[in-house]
């Protein structure tokens, strides 16, 4: 609630700025007509500014040094026939909004970077940067207009509450998963299907997970969570329990599988989350087995961790696995801070709190936790840690101790883990995630994921202060961004870098592949890290306002991860997406616009991070109960909090 104050704040000096002579541009723009085009951009600390000591040699020779714009944004000045200016001075989009609001946004002519989108629409409603829409046409903005002509649903996530366009998103690329269920594959076939000798195991665990798919909800006879649990000695769970009571169970309920990881492996696979659970016990249960089989010989007081999260300020996509209890919605748009979600009536909800999140689900979320199937730090945001590299990327490493099994991810990345000396890891692939019943949208078991590719809160604006041929200069810009030619340079680098042999995708589409010199230099400076190296050194995948391709992303995939790809391509998997008939499966905008009511009853109420940080009190510790989050969620006035929202929908949707 601190941060929304500090922005309602900000949004307060805004307009005190605009009453002075202010006021709202419709295109046609300010003073500052000469000169060069002054960019206050930064993203994830990366300017449009090269910032490394080592000098970085082009193709042609052309060296770029420390103080130079990055090449692209030099190219992109010889393609334009505009000079660029890179003024950013602060470490992030934030810190640029808490600087540069206060005097009206001045400095210069085009502001930007990582989740700003809602600050950009605000302010543009208070006159401080230009409403774009007189200038979407075939004209002025030819390729944004024909993008917003096919996609008319991206158009909504960039109107404010007055129909403004004040600024352009960055657009992920629509249609595709973005995280995804990844682990280690073998260890699934070793632990079920014996494929190597198993090592005497010792450890135990108390169960605290009951079972969801139990009672009313239950989908078959029985339940493999209440035979562990009924099979424990005084709650307590060895090894060699867990495991046969697991096989046992999927023999007699699938018996048409021809081995029992077939359950949880390829595109046939068809558990659910309670059969997940008994399958993570089993792997939380045999650090001798599974630390010899990475390592060649048992590490003694090996920790294997069945699920974790790659950093601890992603928590929130632990509650991703919400989804798979009977089908609850959590995030409405790719975004941690995206809570809202169309109920099957087309109504805006507010998913934390909701009685089956709180009271159904969540504990249930504790009893995971409490058994030591996640990684213990996984929501101390204290720790900096980053997990996937030391649960997956350690296995050579001198004195590692630690395993992880599961995680939710990215797939290149994920898959392209590597062990050390530039070995990659060989085991970590794709699982479909478990099937859930999903109230509203299907009565039988169904593949979900939620977390699919949107409209970004990234992206830039235009400072009303712009005027004249440098407007029109900055307009020309951000259109080319969406121009065949813009768009494959933002997504693949500039001509030199572009082999002529095309890259063909898993599903036989074709893309610009990156040459030999782009790969050297990507493995010189960044390990081999295509994207890192393209973002930092070079200037281009920058969260600008354009359309991402997958083509860039897929061409630095391992084989693994292209069989993830594979996977997930032909299986029926539900995902949510902008252009649903059922509200259920529609995507939100990932920000809202509010205009100056709405901000002051915004304001009255305290709904945010004390929540959820109650949340995953709870999920950690037991305490406080779900009773006192929904107390405390009652004393914010979160049905204000939920109303004020639904208006802002209302008025960006133009209802």
Not at 35 to 54: K, L, W
Not at 213 to 237: E, F, K, M
Not at 337 to 351: A, I, K, T, V, Y
Request: hydrophobic fraction near 40%.
């Amino acid at each position: 609630m601190k941060k929304m104050r500090i922005l309602l704040g900000l949004m307060a000096a805004a307009l005190i700025l605009s009453a002075c002579g202010g006021g709202r541009t419709a295109g046609v723009g300010g003073t500052d007509t000469t000169g060069p085009i002054r960019v206050n951009f930064v993203a994830e600390n990366r300017s449009f500014t090269y910032n490394h000591a080592t000098p970085l040699v082009m193709p042609d020779g052309t060296v770029v040094r420390a103080g130079d714009l990055k090449p692209f944004w030099q190219w992109v000045e010889r393609r334009l026939g505009i000079q660029l200016q890179c003024v950013t001075s602060q470490a992030t989009a934030g810190a640029i909004i808490q600087t540069e609001a206060p005097t009206g946004f001045v400095s210069a002519n085009i502001f930007g970077g990582n989740a700003i989108s809602e600050h950009l629409m605000n302010f543009g409603t208070q006159g401080r940067f230009i409403d774009l829409n007189p200038f979407i046409n075939p004209r002025d903005m030819p390729n944004l207009y024909e993008f917003l002509r096919m996609y008319p649903a991206v158009r909504q996530t960039m109107t404010a509450y007055d129909g403004g366009i004040y600024f352009i998103p960055y657009v992920a690329e629509i249609g595709y998963f973005a995280r995804v269920l990844l682990g280690r594959q073998s260890w699934v076939r070793i632990l079920l299907d014996g494929e190597i000798a198993l090592e005497n195991e010792t450890a135990t665990l108390n169960v605290a997970y009951s079972g969801y798919w139990v009672g009313a909800n239950a989908r078959h006879a029985s339940n493999v969570v209440v035979l562990q649990n009924n099979a424990a000695a005084n709650g307590v769970l060895n090894f060699t329990t867990a495991r046969n009571v697991l096989i046992d169970y999927i023999r007699a309920t699938y018996p048409h599988l021809q081995r029992p990881s077939d359950l949880f492996m390829g595109a046939g696979a068809m558990y659910d989350i309670d059969e997940l659970v008994a399958l993570w016990r089993v792997v939380r249960l045999a650090p001798n087995t599974l630390s010899r089989a990475v390592t060649g010989s048992v590490v003694p007081n090996a920790e294997i961790v069945p699920f974790f999260l790659r950093l601890a300020t992603h928590r929130e996509c632990f509650l991703r696995l919400v989804n798979y209890f009977g089908g609850q919605r959590v995030f409405g748009s790719n975004s941690y801070g995206s809570n809202f979600f169309l109920d099957r009536d087309g109504e805006l909800q507010f998913s934390y709190n909701q009685d089956k999140f709180l009271f159904e689900i969540l504990p249930h979320l504790r009893d995971i936790f409490t058994e030591g199937l996640v990684n213990p730090d996984f929501a101390n945001d204290g720790v900096r840690t980053n997990f996937r590299t030391v649960f997956f990327g350690g296995d050579r490493r001198e004195g590692n101790n630690q395993f992880g099994f599961m995680t939710f991810d990215f797939i290149p990345s994920t898959t392209n883990i590597q062990l050390g000396d530039g070995v990659p890891q060989r085991d970590v692939g794709g699982f479909l995630p478990p099937v859930t019943r999903f109230p509203g949208v299907s009565n039988d078991f169904v593949h979900f994921v939620e977390n699919t590719r949107t409209v970004m809160r990234d992206g830039w604006a235009i400072s009303s202060i712009t005027g004249g041929e440098k407007l029109m200069d900055i307009i020309r810009l951000f259109d080319f961004m969406f121009s065949p030619e813009g768009c494959d340079a933002q997504n693949f680098g500039m001509p030199e870098m572009i082999d002529p042999t095309p890259f063909m995708n898993p599903a036989g589409v074709a893309f610009p592949k990156m040459n030999s010199w782009f790969n050297e230099q990507a493995a010189a400076f960044t390990n081999g890290d295509g994207a890192l190296f393209s973002r930092s050194f070079v200037g281009f995948n920058f969260p600008i306002g354009y359309r991402k391709s997958i083509g860039f992303e897929q061409q630095f995939t391992s084989a693994y991860g292209e069989q993830t790809w594979a996977l997930y391509a032909a299986t029926n998997i539900l995902q949510p997406t902008y252009y649903s008939d059922n509200p259920l499966l529609t995507l939100i905008p990932p920000a809202f616009s509010f205009n100056s009511r709405l901000q002051r009853q915004l304001e009255m109420t305290n709904i945010g991070a004390t929540q959820t940080d109650m949340i995953f009190s709870f999920v950690t510790t037991g305490s406080p109960s779900p009773q006192e989050i929904r107390e405390s969620f009652v004393n914010g006035r979160v049905d204000d909090f939920v109303r004020v929202h639904r208006e802002a929908f209302a008025m960006m949707s133009g209802r």
